[in-house]
């Protein structure tokens, strides 16, 4: 079965650093997502994003939260500039369409720790 | 304001048993709702999905069962296993496609 990964799988960096989290969802889905979950806590929604742009942000998603797809295959978050409370795992989702209805697919994760 | 609360918040059964955990939610309107299953430090599996207008829907030793009246799902786990031991979110989505998330029930499998 196709499946979403994620690199890294562990990134460590200090405050105010920049990091870029990587995902390749799986072929031919549209519908791209990211979601963090603080240790403990329950999973939040960051962003979904189709055909190039952003089609819903949360609160937590601000100015120093950004989406892309550079080579059209692979999806992006980068954190301008990291925060303690950035620390979380992140995790990429995909849906072949809307999500009505249809079974969003999770990648492993990448864990953040910000020092 | 739409939530999703789970219960219990963590449940220890032996190996073999059954068990049940529970979700309510105030979303309105609602289109349908999910039950994942996360093992610890990876990302959810979707076990179901159901729409209000779905009663119950089975996935292996997994039935999930919706009462949209009440507003109440239950997660029911048949003959558990060891690999059972996970935390069981429940996730409803709203007529804007929002998926509101519950905290999630923490099950341990004791052998």
């Known amino acids: 079965e196709p499946e979403v990964t994620q690199t890294p799988s562990h990134q460590v960096t200090q405050m105010g650093q920049e990091v870029i989290l990587r995902c390749v969802p799986i072929?031919?889905?549209?519908?791209f997502y990211w979601y963090r979950q603080i240790l403990g806590q329950k999973v939040e929604f960051l962003v979904s994003f189709y055909n190039n742009e952003i089609s819903e942000k949360s609160e937590i998603f601000d100015d120093q939260f950004s989406v892309e797809r550079p080579d059209g295959s692979n999806f992006t978050l980068k954190i301008r500039s990291t925060k303690l409370e950035d620390s979380a795992m992140y995790f990429c989702?995909?849906?072949?369409?809307?999500?009505?209805?249809?079974?969003?697919?999770f990648g492993p994760g990448t864990r953040l720790l910000v020092l | 304001k739409n939530q999703v609360e789970q219960s219990p918040q963590s449940l220890i059964i032996l190996e073999g048993k059954n068990c049940t955990l529970q979700c309510n939610y105030t979303v309105s309107p609602f289109s349908n709702l999910r039950w994942y299953k996360q093992d610890t430090g990876r990302g959810p599996v979707s076990l179901t999905i159901m729409t209000f207008s779905e009663n119950t829907k089975s996935n292996g030793r997994y039935t999930a069962t919706l009462d949209a009246d009440t507003k109440q799902s239950s997660l029911h786990i048949t003959a558990s296993q060891l690999s059972d031991s996970a935390s069981y979110i429940c996730v409803v989505t709203d007529s804007n496609y929002q998926l509101i998330w519950g905290a999630g029930t923490k099950l341990i499998i004791k052998p």
């Open positions: 072929s031919n889905h549209l519908y």
């Open positions: 989702a995909n849906t072949r369409r809307l999500p009505y209805q249809e079974t969003q697919y």
